[in-house]
């Protein structure tokens, strides 16, 4: 019996052995990063960003400038401002084109790491821009140290020179990186796979940062070669190249669809933006705000907005008859597709920066044109997703306060960006931090001595679980403040 039993137990063993190779086989981890697939992380990634700068605009970005206005315990209009979660959200996204990078080194695949260089540069401007100084270098590496170091866990703070110049070289080596010939890229909702859509949205962000520090760094040389070399550097030209999310259906629906009635006419037209859009008989009006119940009731349908700010006296409750709500194509009352987009950056925009780039002599060319032609991109872009037939007419681009003169030609420039930036993220924001355009008055109540508000205060938790990095970073910025001017504006 013995003898019998030791080759048994021998071949119970290796067939064990066996199994259990193929089981773990068959129950292999599939969010793991070394097996898992780049084009998973994809969709996550690019909706993940898109949907979260989509909010900040509804709920932050158009108030702060003035697009919109809360009729019901206005907060944001009083610039009582928090650190909100574009620092806690763009780190958990970051971490996902982290992974998307790594598995593209890892396997050669360029393409799919020149979109997770892009994405990355996005979403680290978008931050910096927010709040200044933060982890860059040593980011992302607490579970992992960079090429085989130690973890780090408190990162240090990066100054946002050095931020700007790291993403704008990410930005050119992502040009480069993406090809036709590279492998194709699957699950892309955003270009739907278009190598050269990507490269043009990566040359014209790059284009974004360069004017966006040129009070701090001289532009001229990077931003001809650019031009210069479109075959090379191409970028965005036409409405088709936008890098705009389109929601198609439950539950991919546009962001703000998920709200309740309630809470997204709490949001109406700020008078600001109704006054500037009725003074040019702008088109685009009656895509991005609805004419007044009253108005239409009495059948005179015009568009009217509230002051940001407003007393609590005149917040009663038949102001929601007497002011504009936001458009129909951001929210029509039931969970349903809408024409709205999440934008991250439209073609209207890139022919601003060229137009104020041609101003200030940084390239040439015809700063009119490209003025002219901003605004034409914007309503034609309105026009295609709403179905409106809205045009910019020769009388329209020729009336004071839009026809194009060299006297004021930034500020022309600045407010028809202003108008074309409608429902984009902080980006508006963040230009008029820069340009000081439009001009805008503060609102009418607020808790911030009549200051509108320049950044984003740091998250309370960074202060306790970084609090070295923390204090470093306000000694060399200053005070923790909506006030306090990051580098791009000292």
């Excluded at 739907?192 to 490269?199: A, H, M, Q, R, T």
């Excluded at 669809?257 to 003074?279: P, S, V, Y």
């Excluded at 015009?302 to 700010?309: D, E, H, K, L, T």
């Excluded at 309370?460 to 609090?467: E, G, H």
Aim: proline share 5%.
């Amino acid at each position: 019996m013995k003898k019998l039993f030791l080759p048994f137990v021998i071949f119970i063993t290796v067939a064990l052995a066996g199994c259990k190779k193929d089981f773990e086989s068959i129950n292999a981890n599939p969010n793991n990063p070394e097996v898992i697939n780049p084009e998973l992380l994809m969709v996550n990634i690019i909706r993940g960003v898109v949907t979260e700068m989509a909010n900040d605009a509804f709920e932050r970005g158009n108030i702060l400038m003035q697009y919109s206005a809360e009729i019901r315990e206005p907060g944001i209009d009083r610039y009582r401002l928090g650190a909100y979660n574009v620092w806690s959200n763009g780190y958990s996204n970051l971490r996902n084109v982290q992974n998307l990078y790594d598995i593209a080194v890892e396997r050669n695949l360029n393409n799919y790491k020149g979109i997770a260089m892009v994405m990355r540069a996005l979403i680290f401007s978008r931050m910096t821009d927010c709040y200044g100084d933060l982890p860059y270098s040593e980011a992302l590496q607490g579970k992992n140290g960079k090429d085989g170091g130690d973890p780090i866990y408190t990162p240090k703070f990066d100054s946002q020179q050095e931020i700007y110049q790291g993403l704008i070289n990410e930005l050119k080596q992502a040009n480069e990186l993406l090809t036709a010939n590279g492998e194709v890229i699957k699950n892309d909702i955003l270009f739907n796979g278009d190598v050269l859509k990507w490269k043009k949205f990566a040359n014209s962000l790059r284009l974004r940062l360069l004017l966006r520090r040129s009070a701090k760094v001289d532009p001229t040389a990077d931003m001809r070669e650019i031009i210069s070399n479109p075959t090379v550097y191409p970028i965005m030209d036409a409405v088709a190249d936008n890098a705009a999310l389109k929601y198609v259906e439950s539950p991919n629906l546009f962001p703000v669809t998920g709200q309740r009635a309630a809470f997204f006419l709490q949001r109406r037209i700020a008078k600001t933006f109704a006054d500037k859009m009725n003074a040019l008989q702008d088109p685009r009006m009656q895509i991005f705000g609805q004419p007044t119940v009253e108005s239409v009731d009495n059948g005179a349908p015009i568009f009217a907005g509230v002051r940001n700010g407003e007393e609590d006296a005149n917040l009663s409750s038949d102001i929601d008859n007497k002011v504009s709500a936001i458009g129909v194509i951001y929210y029509n009352g039931q969970q349903v597709a809408v024409p709205a987009q999440g934008l991250i950056m439209l073609v209207s925009e890139l022919k601003f920066i060229l137009a104020e780039s041609v101003v200030k002599g940084y390239i040439t060319g015809d700063a009119k044109q490209f003025y002219e032609d901003g605004i034409k991109a914007s309503a034609e872009y309105y026009k295609t997703i709403s179905g409106v037939n809205i045009a910019i007419t020769p009388a329209y681009l020729s009336q004071p306060g839009v026809a194009f003169n060299d006297a004021k030609a930034l500020e022309l420039i600045g407010t028809q960006r202003w108008i074309a930036m409608f429902f984009n993220d902080w980006q508006a924001w963040h230009e008029w931090k820069r340009t000081g355009f439009p001009v805008l008055t503060p609102s009418i109540v607020n808790f911030n001595g009549n200051r509108i508000p320049v950044r984003l205060i740091y998250p309370s938790d960074v202060q306790v679980t970084n609090r070295q990095s923390y204090e470093d970073a306000v000694k060399a910025q200053g005070i923790d403040d909506i006030n306090t001017k990051t580098w791009l504006l000292k």
